[in-house]
T-cell receptor
Framework: QQQVKQSPQSLIVQKGGISIINCAYE??????FPWYQQFPGKGPALLIA?????SEKKEGRFTISFNKSAKQFSLHIMDSQPGDSATYFC???????????FGKGTTLSVSS | ETGVTQTPRHLVMGMTNKKSLKCEQH?????MYWYKQSAKKPLELMFV???????ENNSVPSRFSPECPNSSHLFLHLHTLQPEDSALYLC??????????????FGQGTRLTVV
């Protein structure tokens, strides 16, 4: 079974701080590395994704970086805000074009 | 219409009941999925339908029965469930083909409680 190991399980960050969440993959299609954000009572929604032809992608305060040799990709949230408090999931498809397998999630709390 | 719509949003059922969850996608996608999300486990993939054919079921108990009548609709039929089946059931859709993985769009889920 495809495994995606996500850490930490929970994270508390002061407003304005940097939130960092990591994801390690084992077997992968090496095709697509997304981060999903989920608020209570809602389904997960894509936050940012990267394809391995680039090592980093930035969208506003959110940056995803990819380290092929370490088999890891990470999410950095700069200037974290209380509205960023949510659960974040990394995911990886075992084969290109197949269903996403998700990590266990990281619950982020940003204190004001 | 929102991209992926699930009904009902909440469901309470007894262990001897039979009920169905419904999912509809308005995105023109050709693949649909059921995921289970419980408090102590990550998003667990239950069923995949690609081009209206079931691709994998990940050893889900037979008390869960999926149905995909067309590319826009997906059902999950439930019968003789157990209390441990209480969870948030999420439907998702994506476009497959072309050799690349693409974004999966999720519905808001059905919160199921088995009593």
């Amino acid at each position: 079974q495809q495994q995606v190991k996500q850490s930490p399980q929970s994270l508390i960050v002061q407003k304005g701080g940097i939130s960092i969440i990591n994801c390690a993959y084992e077997n992968t299609a090496f095709d697509y590395f997304p981060w999903y954000q989920q608020f209570p009572g809602k389904g997960p929604a894509l936050l940012i994704a990267i394809r391995p032809d680039v090592s980093e992608k930035k969208e506003g305060r959110f940056t995803i970086s990819f380290n092929k040799s370490a088999k890891q990709f990470s999410l950095h949230i700069m200037d974290s805000q209380p509205g960023d408090s949510a659960t974040y999931f990394c995911a990886d498809p075992p084969q290109a074009g197949t269903a996403l397998i998700f990590g266990k999630g990281t619950t982020l709390s940003v204190s004001s | 219409e929102t991209g992926v719509t699930q009904t009902p949003r909440h469901l309470v059922m007894g262990m001897t009941n039979k009920k169905s969850l419904k999912c509809e996608q308005h995105l023109g996608h050709n693949a649909m999925y059921w995921y289970k999300q419980s408090a102590k486990k990550p998003l667990e993939l239950m069923f995949v339908y690609s081009l209206e054919e079931r691709v994998e079921n990940n050893s889900v108990p037979s008390r869960f029965s999926p149905e995909c009548p067309n590319s826009s609709h997906l059902f999950l039929h439930l019968h003789t469930l157990q209390p441990e089946d209480s969870a948030l059931y999420l439907c998702a859709s994506s476009q497959v083909g072309g050799g690349e993985t693409t974004e999966a769009f999720f519905g808001q889920g059905t919160r199921l409680t088995v009593v």
